[in-house]
């Protein structure tokens, strides 16, 4: 089994900026592709981001693209979301998911393993 803790969530002023952390625990040595996903209130959950361990390239969703940076460990299952010029639009909560299992990364059925979420909000 593997657990996913997030971290960093907060409360911020429109504009500002929020570092989001995520560690995979796991029990073997495998390395996992890790992703970002956001749900706000009455939303769908959608993709943010994604560290793809197989290339070291990741990739983020239209909305957060030149805002948002997500870095990967290049020894550990863990991943960082540096969320900057925020907007109240990005108010959410995050989810990190490890363990990709087809090449569809935006897609929420391709992650295996869902951590329990941090809040963001931004207020303006």
């Known amino acids: 089994q593997v657990q996913l803790v997030e971290s960093g969530g907060g409360l911020v002023q429109a504009g500002g900026s929020l570092r989001l952390s995520c560690a995979a625990s796991?029990?073997?040595?495998?390395?996992?592709?890790m992703a970002w996903f956001r749900q706000a209130s009455g939303s769908e959950r959608e993709f943010v981001a994604v560290?793809?361990?197989?290339?070291?390239?990741?990739d983020y969703a239209d909305s957060v693209k030149g805002r948002f940076t997500m870095v990967g460990d290049g020894a550990r299952n863990m991943v960082s979301l540096q969320m900057n010029s925020l907007k109240p639009d990005d108010t959410a909560v995050y989810y990190c998911?490890?363990?990709?299992?087809?090449?569809?990364?935006?897609?929420?059925?391709?992650?295996?393993?869902w951590g329990q979420g941090t809040q963001v909000t931004v207020f303006s």
């Open positions: 998911a490890a363990l990709l299992t087809s090449a569809d990364y935006a897609r929420q059925s391709s992650w295996v393993y």
């Open positions: 560290f793809k361990r197989n290339d070291g390239r990741t």
């Open positions: 796991v029990r073997s040595s495998s390395m996992y592709s």
